[in-house]
């Protein structure tokens, strides 16, 4: 099944600068990559998310990249706001099969702490 | 904007009673899951419904859970006997088709003494 590795676990930057979240998955059948914010005492909220066909996808101060051929995707925050602190989660999604897989499979988490 | 509700927010069970969690996905969408979470740790899947019916279970949904749609509006989780070890925060989401979004919901913490 697929894997997803997520790095780092703890994240700290100084509000205003940038900060990347890198994962890796294992599964080339992979097609979809979202990415979930989770703040404290709440549910995985999507912030965006990336399909294979494209390589980079922008949401205002959110950019994520992919690399098919490496399998790994990236997320980046630009002028971090003290707001942007939570655990950020990566996750990964194989294309539609006979094998009727199509769970999300999530990384272990980065936890970004923006200081003011 | 439409989202997915869960209750209660927080679920305390002795070992071996049975306990069902609840959630009202969004009401357009036709796919539903159940996920885990165990403290610190990753969003673990459990299991995928749609059309009535489980389309994917992952191997800790085992014959102690089972889900339901037992109206046009809820979805439930039920753990038959529970164990300590099934202590964890357990989300809902949902999902407008088979390769949409995922919508989660703030979850049930469960804790098992």
């Known amino acids: 099944g697929e894997n997803v590795e997520q790095h780092p676990s703890t994240l700290s930057v100084q509000e205003g600068d940038s900060a990347v979240i890198k994962c890796t998955y294992s599964d080339s059948a992979s097609n979809y990559f979202p990415w979930y914010k989770q703040e404290l005492g709440k549910g995985p909220q999507l912030i965006i998310d990336i399909r294979s066909n494209v390589g980079e996808k922008k949401d205002q101060r959110i950019a994520v990249t992919l690399n098919k051929t490496a399998k790994h995707f990236s997320l980046h925050i630009t002028e971090t706001q003290p707001e942007d602190s939570a655990v950020y989660f990566c996750a990964a999604r194989p294309a539609p099969t006979d094998t009727g897989r199509r769970a999300l499979t999530f990384g272990s988490g980065t936890r970004l702490q923006v200081q003011p | 904007e439409p989202e997915v509700t869960q209750t209660p927010s927080h679920q305390v069970t002795q070992m071996g009673q049975e306990v069902i969690l609840r959630c009202v996905p969004i009401?357009?969408?036709?796919?539903f899951y159940w996920y885990r979470q165990i403290l610190g740790q990753k969003v673990e899947f459990l299991v995928s419904?749609?059309?009535?019916?489980?389309?994917?279970k992952s191997e800790i949904f085992d014959d102690q859970f089972s889900v339901e749609r037992p109206d046009g509006s809820n979805f439930t989780l039920k753990i038959r006997s529970t164990k300590l070890e099934d202590s964890a925060m357990y989300f809902c989401?949902?999902?407008?088709?088979?390769?949409?979004?995922?919508?989660f919901g703030n979850g049930t913490r469960l804790t098992v003494t």
């Open positions: 419904f749609y059309n009535n019916e489980i389309s994917e």
């Open positions: 009401s357009n969408h036709l796919y």
């Open positions: 989401a949902s999902s407008l088709g088979y390769d949409s979004p995922l919508h």
